[in-house]
Nanobody
Framework: QVQLVESGGGTAQTGDSLRLSCTAS????????MGWFRQAPGKEREFVAA???????YYGDSVQGRFIISRDNAKNTVFLQMNSLKPEDTAVYYC???????????????????WGQGTQVTVSS
């Protein structure tokens, strides 16, 4: 089993930056892919970013160019640097992990086995 614990959420103003962290514990050797999803009130869960253990990265269209995902494999931690924040970035952000990666469906939430509890990010205008 794997446990994912997020930290770093909070409130920010438009244009600010925030950094989220997520640390995996347990069978961390299975964390080939780690990433982030978000869900705003009344909206579907949305893919934000993913990173493979090779450090290859993938981003959702709405955050491309503003957010940066990275990972420290030695510390089993994934980071999400969120820059130029907008009010529409307000959501609960979830860390995810899985033992495999597929170009066909990495943007689908159903394919990720492990989920964190979520951390709230609120951006005011």
């Amino acid at each position: 089993q794997v446990q994912l614990v997020e930290s770093g959420g909070g409130t920010a103003q438009t244009g600010d930056s925030l950094r989220l962290s997520c640390t995996a514990s347990g069978r961390t050797s299975s964390m080939y892919t780690m990433g982030w999803f978000r869900q705003a009130p009344g909206k579907e869960r949305e893919f934000v970013a993913a990173i493979r253990s090779t450090s290859a990265t993938y981003y959702g269209d709405s955050v491309q160019g503003r957010f940066i995902i990275s990972r420290d494999n030695a510390k089993n931690t994934v980071f999400l640097q969120m820059n130029s924040l907008k009010p529409e970035d307000t959501a609960v952000y979830y860390c995810v992990g899985d033992s495999v990666f597929s170009l066909a469906n990495y943007m689908l939430s159903d394919r990720y086995e492990y989920w964190g509890q979520g951390t709230q990010v609120t951006v005011s205008s």
